[in-house]
């Protein structure tokens, strides 16, 4: 059976936490870092809060992005996806899905529930 340490994992898992610096709330789920900030965004936060890695449910490790609630809205749009960057080294480090897309409008604020980010174990 095939293993990984919990370090190998938290290595992985730590970029989030020391890197990352802003979330946006795009319109389609972005591949790059200009797709995630430029073309698909309606909006960010740079008060982004991302928990050390710890156990997973189910095996692995993940770590948890604090929720959000100071987002500005820079676009008018159905927003239905995260993106979480690292805005110093021009970086995409993670996408996914909202638990429920929300239509936002420009000039306004919008909330994000907090999510996890995890790494199973090797099967």
Do not use: H, K, W
């Not at 890197?19 to 789920?29: F, G, L």
């Not at 909006?43 to 604090?66: C, F, K, Q």
């Not at 820079?74 to 995409?92: K, M």
């Amino acid at each position: 059976m095939a293993t990984l340490s919990d370090r190998v994992f938290d290595n992985g898992l730590t970029v989030l936490d020391t890197e990352a610096n802003r979330i946006d709330i795009c319109s389609t789920e972005p591949a790059t870092y200009a797709e995630a900030t430029s073309t698909y965004t309606l909006g960010n936060s740079t008060s982004l809060s991302i928990g050390a890695p710890a156990d997973r449910s189910g095996g692995g490790r993940e770590v948890t992005v604090a929720a959000i609630s100071d987002g500005s809205v820079t676009a008018t749009g159905t927003a239905a996806y995260y993106a979480i960057v690292d805005t110093l080294n021009s970086r995409l480090l993670a996408t996914g899905s909202l638990s429920a897309s929300q239509v936002v409008t420009s000039g306004n604020t919008f909330t994000l529930t907090s999510v996890t980010i995890g790494i199973p174990d090797p099967a």
